[in-house]
């Protein structure tokens, strides 16, 4: 619809109130981590200072101790390792999560079959029943089978809450995608692997795209199941970083290791938003 | 004849072994595991457990024991309040941004990369967050000391560790604005402004609009993010164990302390516990659904 | 095909007699150890055949695992063993370990646990369920650091662990004390406190300006022992605490504890927090620490005879931090040992680690990177060895020596531990209504 030099109704500008409030949620999600980013560079930060009355780069060579950032970087505050696991965790997750899902989601999307509102119904119970009730009932069962304490236990259990969250995403892409592109593709003479990797696929992979994003990030951030099945062997980010802080103070490692458990969210972070617009999230959540 | 008609039939079956088949793999996972977690802890809330020499099955003993409990109660209490005052806060934090984004404004983009940035990041960083900031030793302490308000870390108003639970509230609205907002923002992009373009036009002032049209509008956005976040705060465990005031905790600091406990029994006491969890969660979730949904069949929609 | 599977019986066959022979070995080791027919020569060959050695510890100190990788690592391979050091989350695990292997039928030379860092409950659990090693602390080259002697007072301390006799069965590894320090900065040393009546007069003109660690934290039962001790109505502080629960009884138990709980229900009101709501116990001592740091608490206690000067040099201690005499008469002194399972896989090995341990050398060293005070008793000692001690700490700040000694406790009974933690949890923090007699009760039936 051609549109002339007509003003709209609406205002489309942010009104003062909005500006002020826009300001102020940005200090309110990004302020706190200024003093984090100094308390993990300072060596004392006592009450009532403003900045650390001494900086960590003063003292190093004054103590046997790692201090702060060399702490973080030593083997001995096993950030690395629990990088290492929570990124190997997430991937491994996300495969086998969409590899599970993509069937599944395709199926209940097209077909009926008895017993469907139930299976929709169990397929959201993760969402509802909090970890806290299933994890250790759940390492119970892993102990029987052996499998608590190893990568493969995490893994099939971080699959709980993610699937739900998967199966909403590619049953709305599928529901969205319809039949007809498939069929004319096929009546047009292409058999089914062509359909499937030429027009199916495509269409779909903004959705898959955003699904394996949001598990990914579901299950990196995980702490409950992961701190229960891990038994200590297996340290992921947040049950690291959980560790250091539950006594309710923060000193200069704990606040590296903060920051480092950060990035991992801001690299996905950048990567969602390059690549999914707004619309794919909403899919999944807006029934 | 026949034999076409036995072909089709043949198919037909596959077909549907076909179909069961790829459910096979979400339905061991949901049924078997997690599924079989629930009974494993409601059998054991039972009283069911010969692996630890108990079987007294059905035993509602622990139940009684922990509805019993004044202390029960209080929690529970503890529970449900912060879950309401944080999504309640949550929402109108949410609603308010969702409304200024769908704008246009300069440095927009970056907007939309900052504001989802505690989505993407463990509730464990929040929590580190307001200990920094919010703690008798953190950062506004420190400010109010630095403009000469307070004289020791004693005279701050206490925020974290007490059980009007401001810290633990604050920590889950910084984590689930962003949440209702990227829904909401979805979904108004999604119905687009027409609607209200419309409205405005014929004379409807900026709260008329809000009300009679953007709000239903976005409804079923609320109603699912809000459940969401809602069933999350009932059973969050990191936030009340490291910010919260201490005995009587939130139900599932309870369960954790239950299982932590050298005493085997307070391992079953425990698992009455989480099943209580489950069930006032369920069940408040399941009445929230149902009179959104009795609603939306009231309004005309299916 | 047939004469694969000869060759294979016969492989199989010979390994199970080797590790037949092994155990039988490892038996006949530890018999003729514990009788003494074995001179140190053979314990060195036979460590030299068994070649490693595996150290269950608590891992959750860095320091103490930055010095077991880079100096104990390297001295033991000098002494041709190579140390495999396990961390592990809580010590009980390695218990638990040691026992279900035992239970599981594997005897000496056939378990997995050579030697724990350990003390008290656990100790007592090992020794209850016949699990160890044997007396092998008093019969090693190095035990002449350690006093063995009943006879001088001073041996209480190495012959008998949370009141339950070692037997020699574990060798001290370390000593601590329960010091507390306060922040001359904020607070004037002369105003300290020094017995608990003290502390509550402070605490009535300054609300809020201390708290402890909560039980069932170690720290935290220790305060609320070194209280019983000192409100201890007959008079004798910790005497009666040394007897375990089943020569004492729940009565009298509960007679016993009851003016310092009582004494401990007084002054809730008066800690930190409580001016506007409920008292305010941290979790651990890391976060008392960040309490202390930033000037919320005025005092804060823990083990930890050194805790002032290390606090200094890792920044987690105020400037004006310096430890005092508190509570007088009753800072409860106890030590930590390394105890040998009896189905170690490397008894040998282990002897020479924990005659190693038991060094001037690697109590210097390990004073030195942690710490951790000595466990060898200075006495012992000749003037050369003394002198690196004290050059090797990293000081005492605010406290002598003198002072130290002359107000020592001994820690109480691991089987009353849990019911005086019981107990306060039950009183103190869930503010039962019942009357301590009625609660000790039911904390002891329900331990059994």
């Known amino acids: 619809m051609a549109r002339g030099p007509f003003k709209t109704a609406l205002n489309s500008r942010l009104s003062t109130f909005q500006k002020i409030y826009l300001l102020l949620i940005a200090g309110f999600i990004l302020g706190p981590f200024i003093p984090l980013v100094i308390q993990s560079f300072a060596f004392r930060w006592a009450w009532p200072d403003m900045l650390p009355g001494t900086w960590w780069l003063e003292q190093r060579e004054n103590t046997l101790m790692p201090l702060a950032w060399d702490y973080v970087i030593s083997p001995y505050s096993r950030v690395w390792e629990a990088t290492l696991n ?42 509802i029943v909090p970890e806290a009730a299933i994890g250790i009932a759940l390492l119970m069962i892993f102990i029987h089978i052996g499998l608590a304490g190893t990568y493969t236990g995490i893994i099939i259990v971080h699959l709980i809450p993610t699937i739900p969250y998967m199966i909403r995403m590619l049953t709305a892409v599928y529901q969205g995608l319809g039949r007809d592109f498939e069929e004319q593709a096929m009546i047009l003479g292409a058999n089914r692997w062509q359909v499937m990797w030429q027009v199916t696929l495509p269409m779909l992979l903004p959705g898959v795209v955003a699904g394996a994003l949001f598990t990914f990030l579901v299950s990196t951030n995980i702490f409950l199941l992961t701190f229960f099945l891990g038994q200590g062997k297996i340290v992921t980010l947040p049950t690291l970083l959980f560790s250091k802080i539950s006594g309710g103070t923060l000193d200069a490692s704990a606040a590296g290791i903060t920051l480092v458990v950060t990035v991992p969210g801001i690299i996905l972070l950048l990567i969602t938003e390059r690549f999914i617009k707004e619309e794919a999230f909403g899919k999944g959540f807006g029934n | 004849m026949t ?111 900052l504001y989802k940035l505690p989505l993407m990041i463990p509730y464990t960083v929040g929590i580190a967050l307001a200990v920094i900031m919010l703690g008798n030793g953190g950062m506004l302490s420190r400010l109010m000391a630095f403009v000469g308000l307070i004289g020791d870390p004693s005279e701050f108003p206490q925020i974290l560790k007490t059980h009007y639970g401001w810290g633990i509230i604050t920590v889950y609205v910084w984590k689930q604005t962003p949440f209702v907002t990227l829904t909401l923002y979805a979904v108004l992009l999604g119905v687009g402004r027409e609607t209200e373009e419309a409205a405005a036009i014929l004379g409807a002032n900026k709260w008329q609009i809000f009300f009679q049209v953007t709000l239903p509008q976005i409804l079923p956005g609320i109603i699912s993010s809000t459940l969401i976040i809602f069933a999350f705060n009932i059973g969050a465990f990191e936030a009340p164990f490291i910010l919260g005031g201490g005995y009587p905790d939130t139900l599932p600091v309870i369960a954790w302390r239950y299982f932590n406990d050298a005493d085997y029994s307070l391992q079953l006491q425990g698992m009455a516990t989480v099943v209580s969890i489950a069930l006032i969660a369920g069940g408040i979730l399941y009445s929230y659904l149902a009179l959104y949904r009795r609603y939306e069949r009231r309004i005309g929609r299916s | 095909m047939k004469r694969i599977l000869i060759g294979l019986t016969s492989v199989a066959s010979l390994m199970a007699t080797v590790a037949v022979a092994e155990n039988a070995a490892a038996t006949s080791f530890r018999d003729s ?132 006799e070692t037997g020699a069965a574990e060798v001290p590894w370390s000593g601590e004390q329960y010091v507390c320090s306060i922040n001359t900065a904020r607070v004037d040393k002369a105003a300290a406190p020094s017995t608990f009546a003290d502390l509550r007069s402070y605490l009535e003109m300054n609300p809020g300006k201390f708290t402890y660690v909560k039980p069932p934290h170690y720290i935290g039962n220790t305060f609320v022992q070194s209280v019983i001790y000192a409100h201890n109505p007959d008079g004798n502080g910790a005497v009666p605490f040394q007897s375990s629960i089943e020569e004492l009884g729940a009565e009298e138990l509960a ?81 930590n040992f390394l105890a040998i399972p009896a189905n170690a896989p490397n008894p040998a090995a282990a002897l020479i680690m924990a005659n190693y341990m038991t060094s001037v050398e690697a109590q210097v060293s390990k004073l030195k990177f942690t710490g951790m005070p000595p466990g060898v008793d200075p006495w012992r000692l000749d003037d050369a060895q003394v002198q690196a001690l004290v050059d090797a700490s990293p000081g005492l700040v605010g406290i002598t020596q003198a002072e130290l000694d002359a107000n020592t406790a001994p820690d109480t009974n691991a089987t009353l531990v849990n019911v005086i933690e019981a107990t306060w949890l039950e009183y103190i923090e869930r503010d039962s209504s019942d009357d301590i007699a009625t609660i000790v009760a039911r904390a002891v039936e329900n331990l059994k």
């Open chain 1, 86 to 127: 929570t990124m190997f965790i997430g991937t491994v997750v996300t495969v086998i999560c969409l590899a599970i899902c993509l069937p599944a989601a395709r199926v209940l999307s097209r077909e009926t079959f008895p017993g469907k509102p139930a299976f929709e119904f169990f397929l959201s119970m993760p969402l």
């Open chain 3, 255 to 335: 007679r016993l504890i009851t003016p310092g709980m009582e004494y401990l229900s007084a002054l809730e009101p008066l800690l930190l927090g409580a001016q506007g709501g409920n008292a305010r116990y941290p979790e651990d001592n890391a976060a008392l620490d960040g309490m202390f740091l930033n000037g919320e608490v005025d005092f804060a206690c823990k083990f930890g005879l050194y805790a002032v000067a290390t606090g200094l040099s890792l920044g987690t201690y105020p400037e004006g931090a310096e430890a005092f005499v508190f509570p007088e008469g009753n800072m409860i002194k106890n030590k």
């Open chain 2, 3 to 113: 034999a076409p008609k036995t072909k089709e039939l043949a198919r037909h079956r596959r077909e549907r072994i076909w179909m069961w088949v790829q459910l096979v793999p979400v339905l061991v996972v949901l049924v078997v595991l997690f599924g079989g977690a629930l009974v494993l802890a409601v059998a054991q809330s039972l009283g069911f457990a010969p692996w630890f020499g108990v079987n007294t099955f059905p035993d509602f003993s622990y139940f009684a024991a922990l509805w019993g409990a004044w202390s029960f109660w209080q929690s529970l209490g503890l529970t449900l309040y912060y879950a309401i005052v944080s999504t309640g806060i949550a929402l109108v934090m949410g609603i308010i941004l969702a409304l200024a984004m769908v704008r246009l404004f300069p440095g927009k983009t970056l907007y939309k990369y």
């Open chain 3, 33 to 164: 150890f514990l009788s003494g027919s074995t001179t140190w020569e053979d314990v060195q060959a036979r460590a030299q055949e068994e070649g490693s050695v595996n150290l269950y510890y608590w891992g959750g100190s860095d320091p103490i695992n930055i010095w077991m990788d880079q100096v104990v690592v390297t001295d033991l391979a000098k002494l041709g063993v190579t140390l495999n050091p396990v961390r592990i989350t809580g010590t009980k695990d390695a218990v638990d370990l040691v026992l279900a292997e035992k239970g599981a039928g594997k005897g000496p030379g056939e378990g997995s646990v050579d030697a724990i860092w350990l003390n008290g409950e656990n100790f007592a659990t090992l020794k209850r369920r016949d699990a160890l090693f044997g007396a092998f602390a008093d019969s090693m080259p190095n035990s002449a650091n350690i006093e063995w002697s009943d006879e001088d007072p001073r041996s209480l301390l190495n012959l008998r662990d949370f009141g339950v």
